[in-house]
């Protein structure tokens, strides 16, 4: 079995915080992209719990980067999130995407994002497309990994 592998890719998702959410998560060796996460005072909605933007770019995040690593090169088309439980402050939550399946161009992902008793708070679909590398036009000072990499590009 292949040993699992951490992911990198932008700023916003794996840059400190407060502007960053510090996140790392991992490719596993089922394709699956895992990770845990503690959302804290600068990502609030609610009072005392996260806010559901934060939760759902958390779910886009780990849902396309399955995408990412079995498809290659996609953008999310279409993201649907369902929130089932609020989900506290510096409260360590486990999140999960996988790849559904895959038709041409269009790539379907799953995700879900647990709460430490096991219960799921967060469950999310994704459609993701496909792009030609020349499309995305990446900056120079891009951290974006090249496709089929857990590493970001050399500087």
Avoid at 52 to 60: K, Q, R, V
Avoid at 119 to 130: D, M, N, P, R, Y
């Amino acid at each position: 079995m292949a040993e699992r592998k951490a992911v990198s890719g932008s700023r916003f998702m794996y840059g400190p915080r407060p502007g960053g959410f510090g996140a790392q998560f991992y490719l596993e060796a089922d394709g699956s992209v895992t990770g845990t996460i503690t959302l804290h005072l600068e990502k609030e909605g609610p009072p005392g719990h996260a806010h559901g933007g934060s939760l759902a770019t958390l779910l886009d995040e780990v849902m396309g980067n399955a995408a990412w690593f079995t498809a290659g090169m996609v953008l999310a088309a279409n993201l649907n999130i369902n929130y089932k439980q609020p989900v506290p402050l510096d409260t360590t939550v486990t999140l999960r995407g996988w790849v559904e399946r895959i038709e041409g161009r269009k790539t379907h992902t799953l995700g879900e994002l647990r709460l430490p008793d096991g219960t799921i708070a967060v469950t999310g679909s994704g459609l993701f497309i496909t792009i030609p590398e020349k499309h995305l036009n990446a900056p120079s000072d891009s951290r974006w990994p090249t496709f089929g990499t857990t590493e970001p590009d050399a500087e």
